[in-house]
Nanobody, 123 residues
C-alpha cells in the first residue's frame, strides 16, 4: 500500500486547509484510517481517525470542533478538513492506514504511512 498526502501549505491563523491522502497499490477494503502530525522537536501525535465505514470518528482534544476527517472508499482517499487553524497546528501531517476496521489513536496501531505534507500556520 502506498499513501500520498497532499494539500499542505502556508496559511494565516484562522484560515483553512484541506489535506487529502490517496492510497494505491494493494488496497485494503476494510481499513480504518488516521491522520497524525509531528511538529519540529516533538513526537508524532494523533490527530484524527475514521472507521472503515466512516460511521465512527475520533479526534484529539486539540483539534476537536475545528478539524473533520472523512473518507471516500470508492476513490480510496481520506481527507482532513482543517478550519480555524492556529500556529500550534504547524507540523508535518501524515496519513496512515491500519489493517483493522476499528479506529485507533496510537502510531503503532497503524501499518502503512504516507510521506507527510507540511502545514505552516503563521500568526
Amino acid at each position: 500500500v502506498q499513501l500520498q498526502a497532499s494539500g499542505g501549505g502556508l496559511v494565516q491563523a484562522g484560515g483553512s486547509l484541506r489535506l487529502t491522502c490517496a492510497a494505491s497499490g494493494r488496497t485494503l477494503s476494510n481499513a480504518a484510517k488516521g491522520w497524525f502530525r509531528q511538529a519540529p522537536g516533538k513526537e508524532r501525535e494523533f490527530v484524527a481517525t475514521i472507521s472503515w465505514s466512516g460511521d465512527r470518528t475520533y479526534y484529539a482534544d486539540s483539534v476537536k470542533g475545528r478539524f473533520t476527517i472523512s473518507r471516500d472508499n470508492a476513490k480510496n482517499t481520506v481527507s482532513l478538513q482543517m478550519n480555524r487553524l492556529k500556529p500550534e497546528d504547524t507540523a508535518v501531517y501524515y496519513c496512515a492506514v491500519r489493517k483493522f476496521i476499528t479506529t485507533a489513536t496510537m502510531t503503532h496501531d497503524y501499518d502503512y504511512w504516507g510521506q507527510g505534507t507540511l502545514v505552516t500556520v503563521s500568526s
